[in-house]
């Protein structure tokens, strides 16, 4: 069962937005900026300044006003949500009500919910590498938070694509518990080697991915690096005014 | 601090008694005769009553199923094109039948679908040898489907609105088609309020009267509530009308017992929302079949309003007006509707302050007969219908005066119960979450009585006031069950002039008093609607 699973899923895709440019209201936005495959990368910045815009852009649920996006080498620019090799857990509603675990995570595997024995093997799989083996009758509301993103994360796994965003999908978790699934995460990447971005409002999670960092401001890149060199004291001055040091002098 | 005596209660008692007495008074006549008829009284539940009966559920089922069956796809149609041309304009549009009377909306679906309408010309014109007839099943259910498809697609849309975007965004991702779509995203929304919806629209078929006294065809096709009118007006046969009124209490009794098991659809259904976006990108086919089916709604809800436009500019108007009869109609229709908004209006607030006061008072506790008493009181023109408390109180009245000597008192009273269903929920929100806001900074500060009424209250409650006050005189308006009932050459209301015209086949004449009058109920919900809108702008601002 883990050889079915994991056939063919272990690579990621390059990712790479040329002058995107949105309007958002009275907001223009502007995205340069290449993810080299299989890497974990992690946006932060101020509230506004695009970071979920930039997630919306690469999943196709926001138009480019100009410029291209590829993924894989592919031009994806006006490709639907669904022909993209992305995946994407949102910070809530990622589940259906009133479906259970294993519905939910099927729907990553036929969206009509036709399953047949090889889909259900490989369903059972990934819940249980979330960790909810025996939890796979419940319905989200029976789950904690945690747990609904773990299901969201399974049903990522059984689409096999090779891009996962994870869009704030761990702001109303505790600590202990955001660090948990960042770990699993973490495991998940390497097993699969899928390429990882995710929006945050914690830039400590950059550190313990041990990832790329990309702080956005005012709508475009305003950095892009090495989360450990980026977030130490020699980091560029407007990203250590927005971590609130003291020496920024701006 | 000294122990304030509350006059709230008090009034709220004071209300309470008011509408025990109109609901009691009504069944104490309707009992009394129904005991000193002996048996008379009960040998009356012969075959016509079940026929009657029987006609009654089955036209009502029709309505419901029929509405409900084309309200889906139409409703699942206006939400998946948001950027559908005039949208907005379509939403309004099938606001309008709340707001119509139906004797109005009749002349209207009179003027298309009857004998001289728009599809008898049409057809005419393609050399066809059909000439339709609605009187009878098929125009009470054309009638029926006119009010309640919009009613149920609003209901049903608005459903659909609280589908959270980010399903939308899911399903676009994993490529669901239309089909799948449906089954796990919309039907299982659709499901959650349909019990709610369709027992509406049911227990608004089996009380509807104006429509099946003019559209149903004689005995065959006649309703409980018709059959007491015309055993009260024609017949006078009290023994028949007291059969018919406990039926009818029975039955909406247990249609009622029914719906609380089924629970209340969410009333979002009147509010004109934007939906949330979608994802996806639809294809050719189903766009135009989506088209067609708007386009099809569109019409089957436009053409009878625009038909009454039509026809009533081609009556004599300028004669209508000239008329010392339809003045003094439009006068006693706008006296009596002012008088009926007034009283519902101030009941509701009694009602609403009281019940607040009350559970003010028990802070954590649970609800006293009292409370449970004052939010039943609001609704129980439901349990009792305006046709039952008018009949009733028209077989107990007649024992001591001339019945038709009561008619204004009986229209203010049973139109401003009919409408203190909807002042109460309009009013009690706004009551409720001042009090919850400002209850303790009042307490706090020593505002009360009059000062806290001029300073806190009556700025928050103006609006809300306002806009119960002329819904309700827009539905005591076009409200024919009652003047029907009482209605007499001294007293004469829009609609029972109407009706008049109707049956003495002066046609020309009621289409022009049907334009005067639905203008009238029309804008008096234009207001109401503006106010509703202020009022929503105004809460959005204070919450950010």
């Not at chain 2, 509350?6 to 006549?29: E, N, Q, V």
Request: glycine share 8%.
């Amino acid at each position: 069962m883990v050889e079915h699973f994991s056939e063919g899923s272990r690579h990621g895709a390059e990712i790479s937005l040329e002058s995107v440019d949105f309007d958002y209201g009275e907001m223009a936005m502007h995205f340069d900026l290449v993810i080299e495959p299989s890497s974990i990368v992690t946006i932060i910045g101020p509230s506004g300044s695009g970071k979920s815009t930039l997630l919306n852009l690469i999943a196709g649920f926001e138009p480019a006003k100009s410029g291209r996006i590829f993924i894989e080498g592919k031009d994806v620019t006006h490709a639907a949500p669904a022909e993209r090799p992305v995946s994407m857990v949102f910070q809530e509603n990622n589940l259906f009500a009133h479906l259970d675990v294993a519905a939910n995570v099927g729907l990553g595997r036929r969206p009509d919910l036709r399953l047949d024995d090889a889909d259900r093997a490989a369903i059972m799989e990934a819940i249980r590498k979330v960790g909810l083996a025996g939890k796979e009758q419940r319905k989200p509301e029976a789950l904690s938070g945690g747990e609904r993103q773990r299901v969201a994360i399974a049903r990522a796994l059984v689409r096999k694509r090779p891009v996962l965003l994870l869009d704030e999908a761990f702001a109303s978790l505790g600590p202990a518990l955001r660090h948990a699934m960042l770990d699993l995460v973490e495991t998940l990447q390497r097993e699969t080697a899928m390429t990882v971005v995710m929006v945050t409002h914690h830039p400590d999670d950059a550190l313990r991915m041990g990832s790329t960092l990309v702080f956005l401001d005012n709508g475009t890149i305003a950095a892009k690096g090495p989360a450990q060199e980026l977030l130490s004291e020699q980091g560029p001055p407007l990203l250590r005014k927005y971590l609130g040091a003291k020496d920024s002098d701006l | 601090m000294t122990p304030t005596i509350s006059l709230k209660p008090l009034a709220g008692a004071l209300a309470l008694a008011f509408l025990a007495l109109l609901a009691g008074g009504a069944l104490l006549g309707l009992l009394s005769e129904a005991l000193r008829g002996n048996t008379e009284g009960f040998a009356a539940f012969d075959s016509y009553l079940w026929r009657v009966a029987r006609f009654t559920l089955l036209q009502a089922v029709l309505s419901m199923l029929l509405s409900i069956a084309f309200a889906i796809p139409l409703a699942r149609a206006l939400h998946a094109n948001p950027d559908f041309p005039g949208r907005p304009m379509i939403l309004r549009l099938f606001a309008l039948p709340l707001a119509l009377p139906a004797l109005v909306a009749v002349l209207g679906i009179t003027s298309i679908y009857g004998r001289n309408g728009l599809l008898a010309a049409l057809l005419a014109q393609s050399g066809s040898e059909i000439i339709p007839n609605i009187y009878g099943l098929t125009g009470i259910l054309i009638a029926h489907v006119f009010f309640n498809l919009p009613l149920a697609t609003r209901f049903i849309l608005a459903s659909l609105d609280s589908i959270p975007e980010d399903y939308w965004k899911l399903s676009a991702q994993l490529g669901m088609r239309a089909l799948a779509q449906f089954r796990l995203i919309e039907w299982p929304v659709i499901r959650r309020n349909l019990a709610g919806i369709a027992g509406l629209i049911f227990m608004l078929c089996i009380t509807s009267f104006t429509i099946v006294l003019t559209l149903g065809g004689g005995p065959r096709a006649t309703t409980l509530e018709v059959a007491i009118y015309q055993a009260l007006h024609f017949d006078f046969d009290i023994a028949r009308a007291v059969s018919l009124t406990l039926l009818q209490l029975t039955l909406t009794v247990a249609v009622l017992l029914l719906l609380s098991i089924a629970g209340r659809p969410t009333e979002e259904g009147f509010s004109l929302r934007t939906t949330a976006r979608r994802f996806d990108r639809p294809y050719a086919r189903a766009r135009s079949l989506d088209t067609i089916l708007i386009l099809v709604g569109v019409l089957f809800v436009g053409l009878p309003m625009a038909g009454t436009v039509v026809s009533g500019l081609s009556a004599d108007l300028w004669r209508l007006l000239g008329e010392t009869q339809v003045w003094r109609a439009i006068l006693t229709s706008l006296g009596l509707g002012a008088g009926a908004g007034l009283l519902a209006t101030l009941i509701s607030l009694v009602l609403v302050t009281a019940r607040e006061d009350t559970a003010n008072r028990r802070r954590y506790g649970t609800p006293g007969i009292f409370e449970r008493a004052l939010d039943l009181g609001a609704s129980l023109i439901m349990i009792v219908p305006p046709i039952v408390i008018g009949a009733g109180w028209f077989i107990l009245s007649r024992h001591f005066v001339d019945p038709f000597r009561l008619a204004p008192v009986m229209v203010v009273s049973v139109n401003a119960a009919m409408a203190i269903p909807f002042a109460y929920r309009i009013l009690r929100p706004a009551w409720d979450t001042a009090a919850s806001r400002h209850n303790r900074l009042c307490a706090e500060l020593g505002i009360r009585g009059w000062n806290r009424l001029r300073l806190i209250d009556w700025p928050v409650l103006r609006q809300p006031l306002w806009i119960a006050f002329a819904f309700a005189m827009a539905l005591s308006l076009g409200d024919l069950g009652t003047i029907a009932l009482f209605g007499n050459d001294a007293v004469q209301t829009l609609p029972y002039l109407l009706l008049q015209r109707m049956g003495s086949y002066r046609t020309q004449d009621a289409a022009g008093l049907a334009l005067i009058l639905g203008c009238l109920c029309l804008l008096l919900m234009i207001l109401a609607d503006r106010g509703a809108n202020r009022l929503k702008i105004r809460e959005v601002r204070s919450d950010g």
